[in-house]
């Protein structure tokens, strides 16, 4: 790995690491309801570092891909939608279903391989998924997921339900031709489908300058002829307000839209990526920008809350988290039938 790095950098002549927009500060009014949007961001975050810890114990088998710092794409975006709409994402989703309504202890239950869990205990973290809130599926393959959002895109518009399907994506899947078929297909056929690049500036290790000629991924969007948005992807209320309008347009019968969230993981890749790569100051300067910090301070500095009560809402969504941790620990492993149920073929 590290040669395969060196030669990277020496290729693009990488030396500056990627750093966030200048402005930490959420402007104007905080909406009313800004406490769920804080809530729902503290829940995926504990969800998360449970499962790492989960992880570090050798209580939880398999690879994981954590998404610490992304929490406000997927509690922006999923705020907007309605019963009958549907995402898709790819395995860095645990964030992505649980913003869908997934419940936490069915979801560390999937992870854990519990009958319990959200599929039965047999799809793990690559396939996360929760038909029941319309959180229809994760895919371990970069940009899988793409022609089943096109797919659900169409069964909404064939059918007239109405329903929007999402579709979040990372900056380097929209390196693949999946990505651009999905697109062409969607815009060429006017479907309710809304394509959410969560752009943490890096593939699996790679920087994105090493694997991709532009920087704003949003323009891609005009080669569709749809609108190419990019937000701040870590202001919750700006991700929301950007969604709120992808999602009216695909509900109008106006088409597909193009979001890029700009943003950061702040863990490695996956679990066993200790993310020696990064650029000196990096992560330091993307932890100040950190969602959940900015919002809380927001909610300060607006005096719409005090600091003992924010660290009473978090501390009563960590004992949820560990509750519901805790169940599904308790839960009985799939018996050896079930291996044989939910198959195609
Ligand atoms: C088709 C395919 N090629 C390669 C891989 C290996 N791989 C897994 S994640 C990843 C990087 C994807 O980066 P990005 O789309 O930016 O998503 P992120 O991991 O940053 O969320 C790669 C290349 C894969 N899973 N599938
Ligand atoms: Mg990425």
Known sequence: MAARWLRLQGDVGLVTAVLPPADHGIVGELPADWEPLLRGMWRIRHFEDEV????????????????????????????????GDTTTCTYRGHGEVLAMGAPLDRAFGELLGRAGGLCGGKGGSMHFADLSVGAIGSNAIVGGHLPMAVGAGLAAQHLGTGAV?????????????????????????????????????????????????????????ASYGMPGFYVD??????????????????????????????????????????????????????????????LEQAALERELAGAEELASLR???????????????????????????DLYA
């Open 165 to 221: 399907s999402v579709a979040f994506l990372g900056d380097g899947a929209t390196n693949i031709g999946a990505f651009h078929e999905s697109c062409n297909l969607a815009a060429v056929w006017r479907l309710p489908v809304v394509f959410v690049v969560e752009n943490n500036h890096y593939g699996e290790y790679s920087p994105m300058a090493a694997t991709t000629p532009i920087e704003r991924l949003a323009t891609r969007a």
């Open 52 to 83: 790492r810890s989960l992880f570090l114990k050798g209580q939880l088998r398999g690879s994981t891909h954590l998404a610490q710092g992304q929490e406000a794409i997927p509690i922006g975006v999923c705020d907007v939608l309605r019963i």
């Open 233 to 294: 992807g870590n202001d919750v209320t700006a991700v929301r307000e950007t969604a709120r309008k992808a999602v009216e347009r695909a509900r109008a019968g106006e088409g597909p839209t193009l979001i890029e969230a700009d943003t950061y993981r702040q863990q490695g890749h996956s679990r066993s990526d200790p993310a020696a790569y990064r650029p000196p100051g990096e992560l330091e300067a993307w932890l100040a920008h950190d969602p959940i910090v900015r």
């Open 315 to 341: 501390a009563a969504v960590l004992d949820d988290v560990r509750a519901a941790r805790d169940r599904a620990l308790s839960w009985p492993e799939p018996d050896l039938q079930a291996r044989f149920e």
